[in-house]
């Protein structure tokens, strides 16, 4: 069974920063890719960054050049670093992990519970 756990959200003013975690873990996994996607209120579900077998970083146009995503060496602990952050960026932050586990190795997306990301003055 996998599991993915993410942390890291709060309130902060437009222009601040935070750093989201999100950790997938169990028995005899394989990371493949993880990322974000957000969804604001009566929006929905958009993606925001992804970082491919360790590697290789995308991210969405309206978050380049401003969030940052990265990964342990152990490849199962995903950031995102958020910086001048704007009210746009108000949502709930969901992490995903595509993980190869038993019994069928074969690439499945698994998702974290959600974190709230708040941007105001």
């Known amino acids: 069974q996998v599991h993915v756990v993410e942390s890291g959200g709060g309130l902060v003013q437009p222009g601040g920063s935070l750093r989201l975690s999100c950790t997938a873990s169990g028995s005899d996994i394989s990371v493949y890719q993880m990322g974000w996607y957000r969804q604001a209120p009566g929006s929905q579900r958009d993606w925001v960054a992804t970082?491919?077998?360790?590697?290789?970083?995308s991210y969405t146009d309206s978050v380049k050049d401003r969030f940052t995503i990265s990964i342990s060496d152990a490849l199962n602990t995903a950031y995102l670093q958020m910086d001048n952050l704007t009210l746009n960026d108000t949502a709930v932050y969901y992490c995903?992990?595509?993980?190869?586990?038993?019994?069928?190795?074969?690439?499945?997306?698994?998702w974290g519970q959600g974190t709230q990301v708040t941007v105001s003055s």
């Open positions: 995903f992990a595509n993980v190869r586990a038993p019994p069928a190795y074969s690439l499945t997306y698994y």
């Open positions: 970082i491919t077998r360790g590697v290789a970083k």
